[in-house]
């Protein structure tokens, strides 16, 4: 994957991943069986947006 390709996908994985975060815990006070998955799905995302960024760092320093 191209270093361009993967810093376009980094912010919304991580910004769209706690909004989903934030919605998921203020949805756990309604319904525990929808905030729930909401919160998993967006730790996920804002993993993925972390692991992003460091293959970046590394596909950086691999093609200097």
Known sequence: MKPSKLYKLTW?????GALLLMLGVSTLSQDESIGW???????LLVALGV??????????????
């Open 51 to 64: 692991l992003a960024i460091y293959l970046r760092s590394r596909i950086s320093d691999s093609e200097d």
């Open 12 to 16: 919304p994985l991580i910004f769209g």
């Open 37 to 43: 998955p909401i919160v998993i799905i967006g730790a």
